[in-house]
């Protein structure tokens, strides 16, 4: 039984930079978000009249209220960006599910989201205290390491979860397979002999926790993670 577990694919490469199936993925999956968002609030009245709005009015409710109850009301500002992290971790997660890669299983892409975090802590930072009094804690160099292992804890802790989630089930569908083939060689029906009936049943139900509730579990913690960090940037 050969299983080959590898990083993301390289498509094609422009100049120095080189595009991979994730970061293809991640296009289809932004595009995709933004036609949803289009659709949700295209044509909106004062009073909702349609499904489609009351939907897209709850949703906007729902990332305020944990805005506000996370950071504070006076960080209402920040929920747009705090919904987009939220819907864009846990699309690219299920986007497993598609047989695609998951982009969130790029080590790259979780470095990225959480730099852009990062950035976002030090510029509340620099507004709050000004540049001299937020950086001056970096005089102490436990502060320094604890600043800069922010976004490195973020990143793996989302990016294991999601790869450790690939790789399992990679084995998994791997080992099924071996099983059903040495199970069905012993009835002597070429046809049947190749069906993989061990795969069917038990990698769905795994699924659900894989690729559904590690995909929001992880995504509503990087999203709480980024609020807290933030938010302590002011103090």
């Known amino acids: ?3 080959e577990i590898t990083g993301p694919k390289v498509l094609f490469t422009i100049g120095p930079v080189v595009v991979t199936n994730t970061i293809v993925t991640s296009w289809v999956i932004i595009a995709l978000i933004v036609a949803v968002c289009y659709w949700l609030t ?3 009245k004062p009073v909702p009249e349609t499904k489609k709005q009351i939907v897209a009015e709850k949703l906007v409710s729902m990332v305020y209220d944990l805005t506000d109850s996370t950071m504070g009301k006076k960080w209402r500002n920040f929920a747009p960006y705090v919904a987009a992290l939220f819907a864009y971790s846990f699309v690219s997660s299920m986007s497993g599910l598609t047989g695609v890669r998951a982009p969130t299983s790029d080590l790259s892409i979780i470095l990225a989201m959480a730099l852009v975090t990062f950035t976002m802590i030090q510029v509340t930072g620099i507004k709050a205290k000004g540049f001299w009094g937020h950086f001056k804690k970096f005089l102490n160099p436990l502060n320094l390491i604890s600043e800069i292992a922010t976004p490195v804890s973020m990143t793996f802790r989302h990016f294991g979860n999601i790869a450790a989630g690939v790789v399992i089930t990679t ?3 791997a080992a ?3 099983f059903s083939t040495v199970i069905l060689n012993l009835i002597p029906i070429s046809f049947i002999q190749q069906i993989p009936v061990l795969q069917v049943g038990l990698p769905a139900f795994l699924s659900i926790y894989f690729d559904v509730f590690t995909s929001f579990l ?3 913690i990087f999203i709480m993670l980024t609020m807290v960090y933030v938010s302590m940037a002011e103090d």
Request: hydrophobic share 60%; charged share 15%.
């Open 42 to 44: 295209k044509d909106l």
């Open 171 to 173: 084995l998994l569908y």
């Open 1 to 3: 039984m050969a299983v």
């Open 176 to 178: 099924l397979a071996y």
């Open 218 to 220: 992880q995504a509503y």
